[in-house]
């Protein structure tokens, strides 16, 4: 992790036109932010940001990548819960928390940029902007149900159930039957917060079914129906 000293002028023009500092003008962020209640890091790819159980004591705003949000099971299973991209924020629902420690750790999916604003820092923004106070409360509340959603259906979904659902998402993107991978098999299991084994074995599985047939860098759909169940759902 690298700690960047960035002007403050740099640093408003940045965020200004982010979503939650729509009710500010530059003149009117500067006082904030001469108090220097922010930082500016950089993460190389697959750096850990914040550790499972790590205190959270302010709020990050991606400038610049993707991060992850991932969690270890026993059997060294990683499970995706979810991809955050530029302008999205983290840690705004376990800020006033109470129990304000990281449940899961965050990662560097891709080279980040973050910036970094404090617990009182945002209490002040919060204070002097009604529009900005609102902004937070909807994204923590959107945050935790896209979480909750995530994890449930993430849980109760079988390996096999998990590999339809993204080829039927694929197909619709990429409008053709024989699948690019966009992701090492690897990092599908990863998504699916599942062993590599595990999931070779499934898709040799539906391979012997006649369903699918795969190589290193795609997945060709073979049997068509089980796509077509899903969007005629």
Do not use: W
């Not at 530059?26 to 499972?52: G, S």
């Not at 983290?90 to 940029?113: D, W």
């Amino acid at each position: 992790m690298e700690v960047f000293f960035i002007k403050q002028q740099e640093i408003i023009q940045q965020i200004i036109n982010h979503y939650l500092f729509s009710g500010f003008t530059e003149a009117t962020l500067n006082p904030f932010f001469l108090t220097h209640r922010y930082a500016i890091r950089k993460y190389k790819k697959d750096q850990i940001i914040h550790l499972q159980n790590e205190r959270c004591d302010g709020m990050d705003i991606i400038q610049v990548g993707q991060v992850s949000v991932q969690n270890l099971d026993e059997n060294g299973n990683i499970l995706v819960i979810n991809v955050f991209h530029q302008g999205d924020i983290l840690g705004a629902n376990l800020l006033f928390s109470t129990r304000n420690h990281y449940p899961m750790t965050v990662v560097a999916q891709s080279e980040v940029l973050l910036l970094q604003l404090n617990r009182e820092l945002i209490l002040d923004l919060c204070q002097a902007n009604r529009g900005f106070m609102i902004g937070l409360m909807t994204e923590i509340s959107d945050r935790t149900l896209i979480l909750t959603d995530k994890i449930n259906a993430i849980s109760l979904k079988s390996i096999r159930r998990c590999i339809i659902d993204f080829l039927n998402y694929e197909f619709r993107f990429q409008k053709n039957s024989v699948i690019r991978l966009p992701l090492t098999k690897k990092e599908l299991a990863e998504k699916f917060g599942i062993q590599r084994s595990s999931l070779s074995r499934e898709l040799n599985k539906m391979r012997s079914d006649g369903l699918i047939e795969f190589d290193s860098r795609s997945i060709t759909i073979k049997e068509l129906s089980i796509i077509a169940q899903d969007i005629n759902r």
